[in-house]
């Protein structure tokens, strides 16, 4: 199948610098990403969708200014975590979508803030 | 620190035993669905999906049942392995209104040896 590659797999940072997670689609090409967030023991909580070349749409509660979402090329999509906080540590996890194609996800980023 | 959150509902099997997760969906419109298996500490896997004018698709060892009846889905595993221990969700979509899943809330399946 497709392969979505996500980088890092692990960030510890401290608590004010900025991370940001690259999402790759390596063999097919992306119209659309989304962003997801993941809490322990729970489920996947959408954060934002992306299409190729137009602003991101985030879900309500979602701040884009701290959640900082670029989609510039149809393989890349990066998601920036703005001034990180201990509240911000989660798991992170990229998809991918191309035209007729079905939806492949990353391996994660998990964020650690001190 | 760690947030505290809802523990996933856990599901317990012996190894070569047929597994069942369960899940119930709530909007009506869905006509698309996925189970996702996830590893700890990876993203989700795709198992197999199912369309909303079938009840009923076979994989490999996997058959995901469809009842839009009462909004539930179900995924059943045959002769289930200690690699199947993951957490598996349920995941809803309208396919004409964009491609965004609605997840469910998870179930870890744990396969005894």
């Known amino acids: 199948g497709a392969v979505v590659s996500q980088h890092p797999s692990w960030v510890i940072c401290k608590s004010g610098t900025s991370v940001k997670i690259e999402c790759r689609s390596l063999?097919?090409?992306?119209?659309?990403m989304f962003w997801y967030r993941q809490f322990p023991k729970q489920s996947l909580m959408l954060m934002a969708t992306?299409?190729?070349?137009?602003?991101?749409?985030?879900e309500q509660g979602v701040e884009k200014d701290k959640f900082l979402i670029n989609h510039a090329s149809l393989t890349l999509s990066t998601l920036t975590v703005t001034s990180a906080h201990p509240e911000d540590s989660s798991f992170y996890i990229c998809?991918?979508?191309?035209?007729?194609?079905?939806?492949?996800f990353g391996s994660g980023t998990q964020l650690s803030v001190l | 620190g760690e947030s505290v959150g809802l523990h996933l509902p856990t599901l317990s099997v012996q190894e070569g035993d047929n597994s069942i997760i369960n899940c119930a969906y709530s909007?009506?419109?869905?006509?698309?669905f996925i189970w996702y298996k996830q590893e700890s500490g990876k993203g989700p896997q795709f198992i197999i999906d199912i369309r909303s004018n079938m009840d009923k698709r076979q994989g490999q060892r996997v058959t995901v049942l469809l009842n839009k009846t009462v909004k539930h889905l179900s995924l059943q595993i045959a002769a289930t392995q200690p690699g199947d221990s993951a957490v598996y969700f349920c995941?809803?979509?309208?396919?004409?209104?964009?491609?965004?899943?609605?997840f469910g809330g998870g179930t870890r399946l744990m396969v005894k040896p």
């Open positions: 063999d097919f090409q992306a119209t659309t």
């Open positions: 998809s991918a979508q191309g035209v007729g194609e079905k939806l492949f």
């Open positions: 995941a809803e979509n309208i396919e004409n209104a964009g491609n965004m899943l609605t």
């Open positions: 909007n009506s419109a869905s006509d698309y």
């Open positions: 992306s299409n190729e070349g137009s602003k991101a749409t985030y």
